[in-house]
């Protein structure tokens, strides 16, 4: 009875069918007109046509919500390992005053809803003048990325023997450029794997991203829930725009394929 | 590990608690300032002690969304973790195929949740949707916009389709970590596939199974954008779950009083199963890494 006979191929085939067939259906749109998609029904394009794409890439409506997009995206991956790399070694070495308290703490944080955050967040933000900026959606969304981040973070650094801190500090490093030269290389891919996490956070969002831009930093979440015109749903251009979202996902996603788990488990398997 | 105790390691973790101050404590300080007093508007406001409290913990339509809220977790749940086990025990171990479809099964857990409705809503659609028109063409009545029943099932399939992979993912990092030997022990005692499951695997994987739980339930408890997109809440009321009612009586209605009362109730709940998740953590780190 060899234990490899449990395993059924077929499960693992329909399964992956279940998911890809509705992404399957929306990139089928994408390359469709809309005189195709409201008119006849096929499973792959009559007439194939990057139209959508075109649009999509050449009207400042839609291409601006992709880069504000990222903009925001990118502020918060920095700010978050900025603030949490110090901060996730001081949890993984040291023992102080509260120290279980404000890791629980910063939990809650990562697990509150975006829902109860919105209006304060809201006046917030409009009353020191960052509301429809770049800076307020980053800023907001270090309040699940940061306590992300630290978690993520101090579970791979529990794994870095403490011996080499105190041996590197007996050959004279100063804690900066012990932190800088030794220990950051040696947790390089939990800095990669965390960087990642931040990033899918915070573009996944919508809520908040949505609350805190009108014109000028609108996001693409905010920009595709939006696109009800005079002439109706634009479906082509919708499903276009879908699959250039998950794009960035699909980039990545090899690199850190061994890592998921440990991401969404916030650093604990 | 044994730490050292050092007081200097405040300082290193001084800037995430500025910032998390900023954008977690200050809110926060809004919420219970506005739960306890009225408006009439130019910024005139009037203490109203816990009124706001009663009238939300009193009021019908809190009842109701919680209740839409406690019935889809539920139903989540039910699915989802069996499922994503059953799923789990299937990956294959290692070579080409395990990394194929890791990368594979995690995709749907990228996508923005906007996308994720608006997937679900054009497949689901009669006209243009695949789902929808092979459902009308076999004659099944299904329309998620008007049929409260059609709605709620697109709803559940949704999310077991977005994030099924997760409990997945976590258990098969859990079922990679038993030695081989432990097989091997089983195979020689002929244990039957269930009593493999029940003694063997089930209790590895336990740990980060009750991770997947509390993380779903989280999840699930706050979800927005997808439904949001999809139905908006609806038809009628069907479908509007404890964030969508929030953000509608925050931002749509502007009752400030009320609003601020259910966010308080709302977090507390999340600071309750906050705490069971912390302490599941902390066990589990004691008993060494799963």
Known sequence: MNKKSYKSPIVMFIYIVFLMLPIYWLLNMSFKTNVEILGTFSMFPNKFTLHNYVTIFTDPGWYMGYINSMSYVVINVIISLAVALPAAYAFSRYTFMGDKHLFFWLLTNRMAPPAVFALPFFQL???????????????????FNVPLSVWILEGFMRGVPKEIDETAYIDGYSFFKFFRKIFMPLIASGIGVTAFFCFMFSWVELLLSRTLTSVNAKSIGATMTRTVSATGIDWGVLAAAGILTIVPGILVIYFVRNHIAKGFALGRV | MNKTVNQKAWFLVLPVFLLVAFS?????????????QDTFGNNVFSWVGLDWFEEIIHSQRMHESLGRQAMLTTIILLIEVPFGIFIALNMPKKGFWASFCLVVIALPLLIPWNVVGTIWQIFGRKDIGLLGHTLASMGIEYNYAQDVLSAWITIVVMDVWHWTSLIVLLCYAGLQSIPDAYYQAAKIDQASRWSVFRYIELPKMSGVLLIAILLRFMDSF?????????????????????????????LGQFDLGP????????????????????????????????
């Open chain 1, 125 to 143: 933000y409009s009353s020191i003048g960052l509301f429809d900026t770049y800076w307020a959606v980053a800023l907001a969304h270090t309040l």
């Open chain 2, 24 to 36: 977690a404590v200050i809110p926060l300080m809004t919420v219970i300032n506005y739960s306890v």
């Open chain 2, 222 to 250: 706050m979800i927005y954008s997808e439904p949001f997109v999809l139905t908006g809440g609806g038809p009628g009321n069907s479908t509007t779950f404890l964030s969508i009612d929030l953000v509608n009586m925050a």
């Open chain 2, 259 to 290: 609003a601020s009362a259910y966010s308080l109730m709302y977090f507390l709940v999340v600071l309750l199963v906050s705490w069971v998740f912390f302490t599941v953590m902390t066990s589990i780190d004691k008993k060494g890494a799963v």
